[in-house]
């Protein structure tokens, strides 16, 4: 029965030895399946189907439940079938072909106050210790924020890619199409300053330590 063969795998679960919140997380989650499962006459292992699952999952997510509540409980789900194969209970996983919600992605991004507290920061340190690394950090805030640019794609920057004169950028982008982006006269002001200081204390390092790249 659908009943025992889910404690069976809370049982399986605690020998392999998980967290005591994830095998909470498999109870509580696995415990709302096989209710629903017995509500709509389902008792048995054997007799749960894809439909019964994907039934289930639309149940959740019209009680509520977003797509990163309803993802974790199908993959509560599968893991147990996956366990009723192994053990030989069943041949095939109902729940593997159940697609997973969509989730949306949210990035958290620096505020202008973060940025500014940041950019502070690094001038204050210019004056005093490890003036070549707050000059080069500096730079690299301001580079990318001007610019859009990757990391990738100042990491391998070189002098030579910037043209001083018509305020332009040439990097590799997608695919490693070359591009040529127009930068402002901040930007420039900048990479010119920074430029001479490292002409200035012999550093070849655009960004990075060695040869005369960006980073």
């Given amino acids: 029965m659908l009943k025992f063969a889910l404690q069976e795998f809370l049982d399986d679960r605690e020998f392999k030895n998980v967290t005591p919140n994830t095998l ?34 639309l149940h959740s997510q019209k009680k509520g439940n977003n ?7 199908l993959q509560r789900i599968r893991a147990f079938f996956n366990y009723m194969i192994e053990i030989e209970v069943i041949e095939k ?11 949306d992605i949210r990035i958290e991004v620096f505020t202008d106050y973060h940025i500014k507290q940041m950019l502070n920061y690094y001038r204050r340190i210019k004056q005093r210790e490890k003036v070549f690394w707050a000059y080069r ?34 990097v590799f982008g997608k695919n490693r199409k070359l591009e040529t982006i ?12 920074y430029k001479t ?19």
Avoid at 93 to 103: T, V
């Fill in 24 to 57: 909470e997380n498999y109870k509580i989650m696995l415990n709302l399946f096989l209710d629903f499962c017995v509500e709509n006459g389902v008792v048995n292992v054997q007799d749960v189907t894809p439909n019964i699952v994907k039934k289930f999952i």
């Fill in 67 to 73: 797509a990163s509540s309803t993802n974790s409980k």
């Fill in 93 to 103: 996983n109902p729940a593997s072909k159940i697609p997973k919600a969509k989730q």
């Fill in 137 to 170: 950090d500096h730079t690299i805030i301001v580079t990318l924020l001007g610019t859009g640019i990757r990391l990738s794609e100042l990491t391998s920057m070189k002098w030579s890619d910037i043209d001083f004169k018509n305020q332009t950028l040439s």
């Fill in 182 to 193: 127009p930068i402002t006269e901040k930007v420039i002001k900048e990479l010119s300053a």
């Fill in 197 to 215: 200081y490292c002409e200035q204390y012999q550093r070849n390092a655009t960004f990075k330590s060695k040869d005369d790249r960006c980073l």
